[in-house]
């Protein structure tokens, strides 16, 4: 890894952006992020996931670059994200999904926490855009390891991410083993936690777009494999009730989509043995009994700016 000597207050930025066969999205994404206020130097690396890289046709203006490269680890997001970050330059590092864009300020509100706190991670608050509708979601000034164990903090999304690179190289990079690289952000959120307290920018500079492209809508298999990888990964996860009851609640809720209704009922059992106030669990029996569709109680849930 190399990087940018020149810090003065506004350091070089190095923006990764995972994609694959949304050239269209890509393009919002893209040029939102070359578009920032940012006074400082700023690059945005597009990873090519599985598929042939195709530049985006971006206007690049003074002080941006813009990267095109293949994914040269694992195949997935996570290996992505982390082909990113190998062929950065920067000295702060920046996730943006290719189906979001950032508010013109983003950046700059982010990077002058980051000089303001002496914080080495940095988020913001999020716009959630689904069907017509738009949720505002905005995580507390600062989250630490306990709360993350006990609550995901769900407003605390990737393409929010600012992160120190000397912060990320003692972190770790993206988890590559996290079955299908579902929830790769929140184990990379509480390696950073457990380190030092996650920070947001107290505004909504992110709009965050879920739509039937996402790749990880109703993918259920992959879902409960990788809640049980972070299960097993986190002793914390598992010493926590609440925290155990949210995650078994939510593979009790993927195995019912499944049809798997015995797998479903253990993990719902589990789930309201550490929290009888688990929602999950009662919403997951439902399921698991045929009194509503899976994909039914997943859209009412993105009507809200929810997941389950």
């Given amino acids: 890894m190399t990087a940018n000597a020149k810090e003065d207050g506004w350091p070089t930025v190095s923006v990764v952006v995972a994609t694959r066969h949304r050239p269209e999205l890509l393009l919002r994404a893209v040029t939102s992020i070359l578009g920032q206020s940012y006074p400082g130097e700023l690059e945005c690396l597009v990873v090519f996931d599985q598929s042939e890289p195709s530049p985006p046709h971006a206007e690049v203006p003074v002080s941006r670059k813009l990267h095109v490269l293949s994914n040269t680890r694992k195949p997935g997001l996570a290996g992505a994200r982390n082909a990113g970050i190998d062929a950065a330059v920067g000295t ?3 996730f943006c999904d290719d189906d979001d864009t950032w508010h013109p300020d983003k950046l700059t509100r982010q990077v002058e926490l980051l000089n ?5 991670f940095v988020a913001c608050g999020v716009r959630i855009l689904y069907s017509g509708h738009v949720t505002v979601r905005m995580p507390p000034a600062q989250t630490s390891f306990d709360q993350l164990v006990h609550d995901r903090v769900a407003a605390l999304h ?11 190289e003692d972190i770790g990079l993206v988890d590559e083993e996290i079955p299908g690289s ?8 509480l390696r950073a936690a457990r380190r030092a307290p996650v920070l947001a920018v107290q505004e909504p500079l992110v709009d965050v777009l879920w739509h039937e492209q996402s790749f990880f809508a109703e993918r259920w298999q992959t ?3 990788a809640l049980r990888y972070l299960l ?5 996860l598992r010493a926590d009730p609440a925290g155990r009851a949210r995650i078994s609640g939510q593979i009790a809720f993927a195995e019912a989509a499944l049809a798997r209704r015995r797998e479903a009922g253990r993990f719902i059992w589990r789930a309201l ?3 009888p106030a688990e929602r999950r669990a009662y ?8 009194v509503i569709p899976a994909t039914s109680v997943v859209r009412a849930a993105n009507r809200r700016g929810r997941g389950i």
């Fill in 182 to 189: 579902y929830g790769e952000d929140y184990d990379l959120l």
């Fill in 92 to 94: 702060v590092i920046a």
């Fill in 283 to 290: 919403i997951a029996l439902a399921v698991a009994v045929g």
């Fill in 116 to 120: 303001r706190s002496g914080a080495e």
């Fill in 158 to 168: 990737p393409s929010a991410f600012v992160m120190r690179r000397s912060a990320l």
């Fill in 232 to 236: 097993a990964k986190y002793p914390a």
């Fill in 223 to 225: 879902i409960s494999e």
């Fill in 273 to 275: 043995r550490g929290n």
